[in-house]
């Protein structure tokens, strides 16, 4: 059975009954060839089978609705045994029933219905990798500002061109400190910037830190689990002839994430994160890669100035 399911048992009506292991042969966490009681959807079957009229879809016990339980209780009776194999991925199929065409690339919003493809599409390859490494395994730049991979080049470019393909400039107004976009109307440090919650892209989000950066902030910052949160998610964007620097500043957040989504040298020139008391700047961050650091107390930054061209970054003060 491919792009089908199975059931592991039937009860003593030939429905469904859960069997102990399914969701192990289901997750592939036991691989192999299978005998069960009842298969449907995409189903091969041997032609001396068919031709021999012992497995059919219609049963005198069930009506018509029920044509796929009348085709597994008709083979059971005539001991044609029905089998899947788990043993290789073959790939799967998209859930569309809630896919929306409202946005310029709707595949950012389909992260809950199916997240198989957007971690393909959105994580970065190299995630993984990191997600099993000790504290002192990750990249360190400045005391305690720890380094990882965690969005890919296509969701880089993906979030930049949907925020720029918006009608208007959807960056203009903000940059002062005067917000209604907050719930006190005021930002103490103003950025040129989208909030996520402006494209009704924060749950999307949320769930990213939740998934991907949860565990990540466990393994460098031990003792200490998210709690799933965040204040503000928001794009900022710098720009030779607009907001070119941010000043001397603590995030409302227990740790921030602040990931690349541009290139330095390439897209903008200068720019760079500095943390005051640890005297660090750090630069040269690819696309996709977060850094992730404390947002009180102990990590007064400042955003550096850029020279040339347009600098993007994701940025989340998570657990305020």
Request: proline residues 4%; positive net charge; hydrophobic residues 30%.
């Amino acid at each position: 059975s491919g792009n089908g399911y199975q059931w592991g048992d039937v009860n003593k009506d030939g429905f469904y009954k859960r069997s102990p292991d399914y969701f192990e042969l289901v997750k592939r966490e036991r691989k192999g060839l299978w005998n069960v009681p009842f298969v449907n959807n995409l189903v091969a079957i041997r032609g001396d089978v068919v031709r021999s009229g012992s497995v059919k879809y219609q049963h005198e016990k069930y009506d018509d609705s029920n044509h796929d339980v009348s085709f597994a209780a008709n083979a059971r009776a005539a001991n044609v045994f029905m089998y899947t194999v788990n043993l290789k991925y073959h790939g799967h199929l998209k859930r569309m029933e809630n896919y929306t065409n409202t946005n310029t690339h709707n595949d950012l919003w389909q992260i809950f219905i199916n997240p198989v493809d957007w971690k393909l599409n959105y994580i970065h390859p190299s995630y993984d990798k990191y997600a099993t490494k000790l504290r002192h395994q990750f990249p360190q730049p400045c005391t305690d500002v720890f380094h990882f991979p965690l969005l890919s080049k296509k969701f880089s470019w993906h979030i930049i061109n949907e925020l720029e393909s918006i009608p208007g400039d959807i960056f203009a107004g903000s940059g002062v400190n005067n917000d209604n976009r907050l719930a006190g109307g005021y930002e103490n440090v103003p950025t040129v910037d989208v909030h996520f919650t402006q494209i009704n892209f924060q749950q999307e989000w949320l769930k990213v830190l939740r998934d991907y950066v949860g565990p990540i902030q466990m393994r460098v910052f031990e003792g200490y689990k998210f709690h799933g949160s965040a204040y503000l998610s928001f794009v900022v964007k710098y720009h030779e002839a607009g907001q070119r620097k941010l000043v001397p500043h603590h995030d409302h957040s227990t740790f921030t994430t602040n990931t690349a989504l541009n290139r330095q040298n390439i897209d903008y020139e200068g720019g760079g994160s500095y943390f005051i008391r640890q005297k660090c700047l750090v630069r040269d961050v690819d696309i996709g890669w977060t850094l992730i650091h404390p947002g009180r107390l102990t990590h007064y930054h400042e955003g550096k100035e850029i020279t040339k061209g347009t600098r993007y970054i994701l940025v989340s003060f998570n657990d305020p």
